[in-house]
């Protein structure tokens, strides 16, 4: 692997083992199935994605690229991880998804070859995995065209989110695999919004998102305290 590129082969090589588990509802990634209607909805909200070209960061199996996608966008899904993009694709042919594609490519790479040419980009769940997230943001900017929507997810860092993300979800009541998340990689709202602004990325809204584990259900609030979505917008 290229020693430059902006990953952690550990955080890959975890999500490739997973691969196969995507599309089902019951596994690991039962999560992203259950808040993908959240963020999708607050997506189409703000940027009404119908018709635009969109492009979606650290794709993985493709379950937000396949939703954009039915929404009636242009959807070009890009991750690091082979295994989960053979996944996206076999999922896109067996449900005939309409105008999606995968490509293996980093951000920072797709920035570079292709600037400015994407009305939206979302980049979820991804921020906390990777060891320099404001090259992601970099990029993020470079690829949105001006006046375009930039849309991330991540986790803050703070004592009550290392309680809730860690050791309640992954420990406790194994919403997710132990050692999904590296508390140290979290990222403060505060830091997230300065990278943008260095970038020239303007912050338009923020939720957070929350769940109640008695009634396993999921919903947006304006409580940003452990997860929470931004959605910025290159001037």
């Keep these: 692997m290229n020693n430059n590129l902006n990953a952690d082969p550990a955080e890959l090589a975890k999500f490739s083992d997973l691969a196969h588990r995507w599309w089902d509802p019951e596994s690991e990634f039962r999560p992203l199935h259950q808040i993908n209607p959240l963020r999708l909805g607050w997506i189409e909200g703000i940027a009404r994605i119908t018709g635009k070209k969109v492009l979606d960061i650290g794709c993985g199996g493709g379950i937000l690229s396949d939703a954009m996608a ?8 890009i991750d690091l991880s082979v295994k989960a993009l053979r996944v996206a694709e076999l999922h896109a042919l067996e449900a005939a998804t309409p105008n999606v594609e995968y490509r293996e490519i980093s ?24 060891p320099d997230p404001s090259s992601i943001v970099r990029a993020c900017a470079a690829l949105v065209r001006p006046g375009g929507w930039v849309f991330f997810s991540t986790l803050n860092r703070n004592p009550k989110s290392f309680l809730f993300a860690i050791l ?9 695999p132990k050692g999904t998340h590296e508390y140290a990689k979290f990222i403060k709202p505060s830091e997230l919004a300065s990278y943008g602004r260095a970038v020239g990325l303007e912050l ?26 931004f959605a910025m917008r290159r001037a």
């Design 168 to 176: 309640g979800a992954e420990y406790v009541l194994q919403l997710l």
């Design 107 to 130: 951000a920072e790479a797709l920035a570079l070859q292709e600037p400015a040419s994407f009305d939206v980009v979302t980049c979820m769940e991804m921020l906390e995995h990777v």
């Design 70 to 77: 039915r929404k009636g966008a242009k959807v070009t899904g």
């Design 204 to 229: 338009a809204d923020t939720r957070g998102m929350e769940y109640n584990p008695l009634t396993r259900r999921y919903w947006l609030s304006q409580d940003t305290s452990v997860n929470y979505l």
